[in-house]
């Protein structure tokens, strides 16, 4: 079964701070995805990556930045932790150049900025 | 550029009856659609897809959803609703390019609350 591992689950970090949210794929997917949740709201798309060591930016990429190390690692970085940061983030993997597949997500990490 | 609108925040049913959630997009050409579940402080499971063909598609747990071209919409419906579809319910569209099906373009979600 395809899956997608996101750490922590939660976190609380201080405004200023450095956040590092990661996300592993045991899917061999080469496409993998991060977006932001906020309450009452949809998903916005942050970051994604097509292949290792390369990453491109989605509709919301201001004040984050994403890192691809490996096929199936993907880690979405914030350099200095905003209040307005404050979300749930899902990461998610596909497959590449086909059109009838899947997205799978994780199952989300609450950050809370204080 | 493509959006998705989700018109009812909130819908309650009764356990038993049918329900409909509404779903308009806005996408230049053929679109790939999708509607997703989302159970408390869980992630996204997908319902059903839409890929040109066939308009009405089936899904999980006795739902389906109806393409109309003409009205930019996506209807999900279900028959008989289970106090388990308690849930928060996205519609979302995507490029229909290779290999970017995962760039999705969610609505505002709308969240179902199931009444005995």
């Known amino acids: 079964e395809a899956a997608v591992t996101q750490s922590p689950r939660s976190k609380v970090a201080v405004t200023g701070g450095k956040v590092t949210l990661s996300c592993h794929q045991t899917?061999?997917?080469?496409?993998m995805y991060w977006y932001r949740q906020d309450t009452g709201h949809g998903l916005r798309l942050i970051h994604y990556?097509?292949?290792?060591?390369?990453?491109e930016k989605g509709d919301i990429p201001d004040g984050y930045k994403a890192s691809r190390p490996s096929q199936e690692n993907f880690s979405l970085i914030l350099e200095l932790a905003s209040l307005s940061q404050t979300a749930v983030y899902f990461c998610?993997?596909?497959?590449?150049?086909?059109?009838?597949?899947?997205?799978?997500f994780g199952k989300g990490t609450r950050l809370t900025v204080v | 550029a493509q959006s998705v609108t989700q018109p009812d925040a909130r819908v309650t049913v009764s356990e038993g009856a049918s329900l409909q959630l509404r779903c308009k997009y806005s996408?230049?050409?053929?679109?790939?659609l999708f509607w997703y579940v989302q159970y408390p402080r869980q992630g996204l499971q997908l319902l059903l897809k839409?890929?040109?063909?066939?308009?009405v598609v089936q899904g999980v747990n006795g739902f389906e959803a109806e393409f109309s071209k003409s009205n930019s919409s996506f209807h999900l419906r279900k028959a008989s609703v289970h106090w388990s579809d308690w849930a928060v319910y996205f519609c979302?569209?995507?490029?229909?390019?290779?290999?970017?099906?995962?760039?999705?373009?969610f609505g505002e979600g709308t969240q179902v609350t199931v009444i005995s």
């Open positions: 998610a993997s596909t497959r590449q150049g086909a059109e009838n597949t899947e997205v799978f």
């Open positions: 899917n061999n997917h080469d496409y």
């Open positions: 990556s097509y292949v290792a060591d390369s990453t």
């Open positions: 996408y230049f050409g053929t679109p790939y």
């Open positions: 839409y890929y040109p063909g066939d308009p």
């Open positions: 979302a569209v995507s490029s229909n390019t290779g290999g970017l099906s995962g760039k999705l373009t």
